[in-house]
């Protein structure tokens, strides 16, 4: 199993960034994916869930209304389109493999500084 994050950066308040995680090793269209985050000095919390068939996601209330999560099952792959970004969203963000077995990539970081 191997997910892998790109697409993070340094971008200014406001801005947007549009995050991917590449999945290989088992068959991504069988299992709900999760994006986390965890900024310095914090505990890594969820921001973002999707289904297996990309019918149902879930937010945290911290980024409702900004961030979209999404999938592509053919070509393996989760993103997640953040929009009007804020400084606090600055953390190194993880996608999660869900299941009984759960999966994690090595993290992109994003910066929101002006």
């Known amino acids: 199993v191997q997910l892998v994050e790109s697409g993070g950066g340094l971008v200014q308040p406001g801005g947007s960034l549009r995050l991917s995680c590449a999945a290989s090793?088992?068959?991504?269209?069988?299992?709900?994916m999760s994006w986390y985050r965890q900024a310095p000095g914090k505990e890594r919390e969820l921001v973002a869930y999707?289904?297996?068939?990309?019918?149902?996601?879930n937010y945290a209330d911290s980024v409702k209304g900004r961030f979209t999560i999404s999938r592509d099952n053919a070509k393996n792959t989760v993103y997640l389109q953040m929009n009007s970004l804020k400084p606090e969203d600055t953390a190194v963000y993880y996608c999660?493999?869900?299941?009984?077995?759960?999966?994690w990539g090595q993290g992109t970081q994003v910066t929101v500084s002006s």
């Open positions: 999660r493999r869900n299941g009984n077995i759960a999966y």
């Open positions: 999707i289904s297996i068939a990309g019918g149902r996601t």
């Open positions: 090793g088992f068959g991504f269209s069988n299992y709900a």
